[in-house]
C-alpha cells in the first residue's frame, strides 16, 4: 500500500519519523526502524532526505533554563518602525539571553522570549541592549513566574499514534545505526 501524501509534502512514515525524533533526537535508525516496522535503509534515507529539504534542522540538547543558570525569564513584547524589522531581527539573533523570535500581527510586531541570569542582567538586556536598537519603539516586558514542564515535544502537524516519555537529554548529532 503506497503511502499518503500529507501536507507539507510529508507522507506518513515521515510524520511518524518526525515525532519519533522530536521524542528522542538520540534514537538509533535501528530502533527507529524496529519502532516504524520499515528497514534501516528506508529509514536512514527518508531520514537524510528529511535533512536536505530542511524539515530536520538538526538535533538540540533540551536545556533546563534555571539549571543552567537562567533563572530569569521574560516575554517582551516589541512596537517597531515596520521599515527596520529586518535589520532589528537580524541584531536581535546575535545577543546572548533571546531565546526566540516571532514576528507577529496585531498590538505588537515581535515577542520575544528572553533569558537571564538574574533581575538585573535582564534589566541590561531589554533596557540598554534591546530598547537601545535602532527602529525599537518601545517595549513591554511580561515577567515569567513559572514555566511548566512540558508534557513532551510538540506534536506535528498529525497526532502521533503513540505518545512516549521525552528523554531527560538530546544528542547534538544525527541518529547513528551503532545502537546508540
Request: charged residues 30%; proline residues 6%.
Amino acid at each position: 500500500m503506497a503511502a499518503r501524501q500529507v501536507a507539507g509534502g510529508l507522507d506518513d512514515v515521515d510524520r511518524r519519523i518526525v515525532d519519533e525524533l522530536r521524542q528522542d533526537g538520540r534514537m538509533s535508525m535501528r530502533s527507529l526502524a524496529e519502532k516504524l516496522h520499515i528497514s534501516r535503509a528506508n529509514a536512514y534515507a527518508r531520514v537524510q532526505r528529511l535533512e536536505a529539504d530542511g524539515v530536520i534542522r538538526g538535533y538540540r540538547a533540551d536545556i533546563d533554563p534555571v539549571l543552567a543558570g537562567l533563572g530569569t525569564s521574560a516575554y517582551v513584547t516589541v512596537n517597531l518602525k515596520q521599515a527596520e524589522w529586518r535589520s532589528v531581527r537580524e541584531e536581535l539573533r546575535t545577543l546572548r539571553g533571546v531565546d526566540h523570535i516571532g514576528l507577529v500581527g496585531g498590538e505588537f510586531d515581535l515577542v520575544l522570549l528572553v533569558r537571564a541570569r538574574d533581575n538585573a542582567d535582564l534589566r541590561h538586556l531589554i533596557l540598554d541592549q534591546i530598547q537601545g536598537m535602532k527602529g525599537i519603539l518601545n517595549t513591554h516586558t511580561l515577567l515569567v513566574f513559572e514555566e511548566p514542564i512540558p508534557a513532551g515535544p510538540v506534536p506535528s502537524a498529525a497526532p502521533s499514534a503513540s505518545p512516549t516519555t521525552p528523554p531527560a537529554e538530546r544528542r547534538t548529532q544525527r541518529p547513528t545505526d551503532d545502537g546508540r
